[in-house]
């Protein structure tokens, strides 16, 4: 038998077991057998598209077992998996398809006409696979075998490209590799005590590396189920929770919950496990979740580059506001951020990370790789934090211009490069601000040309046709002009202090 370690233990090793893998909002249940032979499935239909190993496959499809099956397909055929926000428009994936070089770009059967055009100007084929198993590929795939001679790979080769944004508004492809998924899950699966009996409550997109990585391998490699849901639906989470054991989410899904009467200690009675991460969770939720609940939130830390980094631990004291300690095999390190030299321990300064969670560098992007990981294997996360003297790490800010709104990353410069072509607009600054919902919200600050106006709702309109839902400003702001520092720098500071009560005023205010 060819070895595929990300395969073999992820989905091969399943084949046979008569055991719930998902069970699904229909109220249909797909064992892990049922799962395997129909991933083997998929990966006969890819291969006889022409992908070869090492190609890659760009998916944007709605969130259910099709989705799933595809990831675990292309690592049975070798193929690189990347997967794609289902928010982001036909002009966002014509970047993404094109970067990668993607061979197959397999879409939901409504957004076919509109990804044709992306498809045929990178030369990609275009498949369709709907949530409801419609579509060209899923009929391609049910005329095939549901045995598929898994393709040998070895741990570094590369498993998936997860783009994420920069600060330069170019979206990066992040290299992972099976060892970078494979080492970071199975020490999860050991830290947070996952086994075969747990019942995950997954109510994460899967096209990140928290309802991906996190979430689905953990499940997996634990050999347990997951509630799999299309999305974070307030009625259909409270419904579910009684009949799990464990969930993973960003703060929006622990604040929307403590704002439904609805959360109780009863309903959480059979929970051992929450889980929070991809932004800050707000020590007044933790505590307010604990009071309403009797549940300590699990509250870890980690990026697309690196997987998991830090987490605060299942048995001992989970602190509120802090992500816990350096996870086993992951070395953590303060530094001066101008200087590069290690701090004192209580310092702060930027984080940077070693081990095996590492990936392999930004596809096609050498300049942007050595910039953020040095050759002796530390990548600078760009988050500010400091260490206590208990060694639990602290993430004070960033240093990186980014805005976290809901767990979904938004690089200022992608929306100003958008804004300052709109006419009337001179130049534009876009910052986060404090939003009550997403934990922080997009606000675009606008500077007219001279003698004009900028026609903001005309603005808004056209964003919509370029930019994901989840990037546009929810609030915009005329100023005459930027508060610049002596170096002509915009200062992002000052705008995010003079702005910092804009959503929570527009409430007040109804
Ligand atoms: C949706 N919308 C958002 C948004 N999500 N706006 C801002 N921020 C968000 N996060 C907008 C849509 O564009 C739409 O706008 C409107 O809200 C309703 O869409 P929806 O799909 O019904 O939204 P909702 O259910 O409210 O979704 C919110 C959410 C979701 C928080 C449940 O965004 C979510 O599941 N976030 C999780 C993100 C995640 O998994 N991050 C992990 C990254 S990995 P309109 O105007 O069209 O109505 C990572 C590493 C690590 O960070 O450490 O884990
Ligand atoms: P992404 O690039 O989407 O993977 O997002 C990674 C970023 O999310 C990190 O660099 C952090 O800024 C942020 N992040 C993830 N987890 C946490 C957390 N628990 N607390 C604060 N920020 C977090």
Redesign the pocket.
């Known amino acids: 038998m060819p070895e595929n370690p990300l395969y073999d233990r992820l989905f091969g090793r399943h084949a046979g077991r008569q055991t719930p893998f998902l069970h699904l909002p229909s109220g249909e249940t797909i064992t892990h057998d049922a799962f395997v032979r129909r991933a083997a499935r998929y990966a006969n239909a890819i291969t006889q598209i022409g992908l070869l190993p090492g190609d890659r496959l760009a998916v944007q499809i709605q969130k259910g077992p099709e989705a799933l099956a595809v990831y675990a397909a292309c690592t049975q055929a070798g193929v690189i998996f990347l997967p794609l926000n289902t928010a982001y428009t036909p002009a966002e994936l014509d970047y993404f398809v094109g970067n990668s070089g993607a061979k197959l770009l397999l879409c939901d059967p409504a957004s076919e006409t509109a990804l044709a055009p992306v498809a045929t100007a990178h030369g990609a084929v275009l498949a369709t696979l709907g949530a409801d198993g419609s579509g060209s590929f899923a009929e391609r795939a049910a005329a095939q075998s549901e045995h598929f001679e898994t393709t040998a790979r070895s741990e570094d080769d590369l498993a998936a490209f997860?783009y994420?944004s920069g600060t330069t508004g170019r979206s990066k492809g992040a290299m992972l590799t099976q060892a970078n998924l494979l080492s970071n899950s199975e020490m999860l699966v050991d830290y947070w005590q996952f086994t075969a009996s747990d019942v995950l409550l997954h109510a994460l997109p899967i096209f990140?590396?928290?309802g991906l990585f996190v979430a689905t391998n953990v499940t997996l490699l634990a050999g347990g189920a997951m509630i799999f849901l299309p999305k974070f639906e307030i009625d259909a989470v409270i419904a579910a929770l009684p009949k799990a054991t464990a969930m993973m989410g960003v703060p929006t899904f622990y604040t929307r919950l403590l704002d439904d009467p609805r959360l109780t200690r009863d309903l959480v009675a059979k929970m051992r496990l929450f889980i929070?991460?991809?932004?800050?969770?707000l020590a007044e939720t933790h505590q307010l979740f604990e009071a309403r609940t009797g549940h300590r939130i699990l509250?870890?830390?980690?990026?697309?580059?690196t997987n998991m980094n830090t987490s605060n631990p299942y048995e001992g004291e989970r602190r509120a506001g802090t992500?816990g300690f350096p996870l086993p095999g992951v070395e953590l390190k303060v530094t001066d951020p101008a200087t590069g030299a290690e701090l004192p321990q209580g310092e702060i300064g930027l984080i940077e990370v070693r081990g095996p969670n590492v990936f392999k560098g930004y596809w096609q992007m050498p300049e942007k790789t050595a910039e953020e990981l040095r050759e002796n294997g530390f990548f600078i996360?760009?988050?500010l934090g400091h260490v206590d003297a208990d060694g639990y790490v602290t993430?004070v800010g960033?240093n990186?211009d980014?805005i976290?709104s809901g767990?979904?990353?938004i690089y200022p410069k992608e929306i100003e490069l958008v804004l300052d072509e709109q006419p009337g607009v001179l130049e534009s600054a876009v910052i986060g601000v404090p939003h009550a919902d997403f934990g922080e919200s997009v606000v675009a600050i606008l500077v007219a040309r001279k003698g004009e106006t900028p026609e903001i709702e005309a603005i808004r309109t056209r964003l919509r046709d370029t930019l994901a839902g989840f990037k546009q400003p929810r609030a915009y702001v005329l100023m005459n002009e930027l508060p610049r520092n002596t170096m002509g720098k915009v200062q992002k500071n000052a705008l995010r202090e003079a702005h910092a009560r804009i959503f929570s005023e527009a409430a007040e205010a109804g």
Do not use: C, Q, W
């Not at 509250?299 to 580059?305: A, D, F, I, L, S």
């Open positions: 997860l994420t990140h590396t928290h929070s991460g991809s932004a800050p969770l509250e870890r830390y980690g990026m697309t580059e992500v996360t760009g988050d993430i960033r990186k980014l976290i767990g979904f990353n």
